[in-house]
């Protein structure tokens, strides 16, 4: 399995600081700007870890608002885009694109296109063993739509706050997971997605 090529790179001070008679240590990450798009809530730029240290963030662009080296805004990656005769592309390297992609198809209920586009043809072919079709995909998404929006929503945003765990299971599946105190307050808890072609897919929500 390739190991997942990182947008969040923390960057240790290694400085200790005062705060009255304890001590607390500050640690820099960088957060992708798009982020915020996906949120709907307020990022915070400041966040005080379960082990007393403070976590920083910094934006940065990267993704939407990325170009190449010679500064053409054309050739940027971008997980969704809109073609000038209307038509959705849907586009993922990492695993925040495939979860900020699934997201804004539930919000706009574009279910046919999230299975068209950014489910995993091995998701497809266990449905079709198991007798089932793109309608049981689309009545199940239509059925859980409030819950499975609560858990990718929470998860955008817990990615720039390292409350998100990206691993690989011992089926190859690349699986986004909420730390323990973060998971019991939601119904789904887990995002397994695998490399297909040039890019990750959706393979399972559970």
């Known amino acids: 399995m390739r190991r997942l090529p990182t947008v969040i790179a923390p960057s240790l001070l290694g400085a200790v600081l005062p705060a009255g008679c304890q001590e607390y240590r500050i640690v820099h990450h960088q957060r992708p700007a798009y982020y915020a798009e996906l949120?709907?809530?307020?990022?915070?730029?400041?966040?005080?870890?379960?082990?007393?240290?403070?976590?920083?963030?910094?934006?940065?662009?990267?993704?939407?608002?990325?170009?190449?080296?010679?500064?053409?805004?054309?050739?940027?990656?971008?997980?969704?885009?809109?073609?000038?005769?209307?038509?959705?592309?849907?586009?993922?390297l990492l695993p925040e694109h495939v979860v900020g992609n699934t997201l804004e198809c539930i919000r706009n209920e574009e279910?046919?296109?999230?299975?068209?586009?950014?489910?995993?043809?091995?998701?497809?072919?266990?449905?079709?063993?198991?007798?089932?079709?793109?309608?049981?995909?689309?009545?199940?998404?239509?059925?859980?739509?409030?819950?499975?929006?609560?858990?990718?929503?929470?998860?955008?945003?817990?990615?720039?706050?390292?409350q998100v765990v990206v691993e690989s299971d011992e089926n190859g599946l690349l699986v986004c997971r909420f730390w323990p105190q973060v998971a019991q307050h939601?119904?789904?808890r887990y995002v397994a997605m695998m490399y297909e072609g040039f890019g990750l897919k959706l393979a399972l929500i559970y």
């Open 186 to 188: 939601f119904k789904f």
């Open 111 to 162: 279910y046919e296109l999230l299975w068209d586009q950014m489910l995993s043809e091995q998701t497809k072919m266990a449905y079709e063993e198991e007798g089932k079709s793109k309608e049981d995909f689309i009545a199940f998404f239509r059925e859980h739509r409030v819950e499975l929006a609560r858990t990718l929503n929470r998860m955008v945003i817990e990615f720039a706050t390292h």
């Open 39 to 92: 949120s709907d809530a307020p990022l915070p730029d400041r966040v005080e870890m379960p082990d007393g240290s403070v976590a920083v963030y910094h934006t940065k662009s990267y993704g939407r608002e990325e170009t190449d080296s010679t500064g053409d805004e054309d050739k940027r990656f971008k997980p969704r885009e809109e073609l000038e005769d209307g038509t959705i592309v849907l586009r993922a």
